[in-house]
């Protein structure tokens, strides 16, 4: 744990270059091991902003004992510039979750964290 989930309307042309990137990322920016990190991409052509097809994402983010209000403005800080750079869309056209389940709300191998 962490996982981040990208969807987009962007088609990503090596997507596994970028997700060894996005994880790498997302490690230092969470401050977690890469170990720990998940990273998933999916592309949606038919995903659409304000009414277009420009460039846009979700980006769901969950992670266990370092997300507050402070924090949280620097990952949507790190992760839509990183956005920005590699799939083209700005800020203003992507929403990012950031949500700590607590370890009570999430399992792993047979068990909870």
């Given at each position: 744990m962490p996982s981040l989930e990208l969807k987009t309307n962007v088609k990503i042309a090596d997507p596994k270059a970028f997700l060894v990137e996005f994880s790498k990322l997302a490690a230092e920016t969470l401050n977690k091991p890469e170990?720990?990190?998940t990273?998933?991409?999916s592309y949606n052509e038919y995903m659409a902003w304000e009414g277009t097809f420009d460039p846009t994402y979700l980006l769901n983010i969950v992670s266990l004992g370092?997300?507050?209000p402070e924090v949280n403005i620097t990952y949507s800080k790190t992760f839509s510039e990183f956005l920005q750079a590699?799939?083209?869309?700005?800020a203003n056209r992507g929403y990012i979750s950031i949500i700590d389940p607590g370890v009570d709300n999430l399992g792993h191998v047979t068990s909870y964290l």
């Open positions: 170990s720990y990190i990273v998933s991409y370092n997300v507050n590699k799939i083209g869309a700005p």
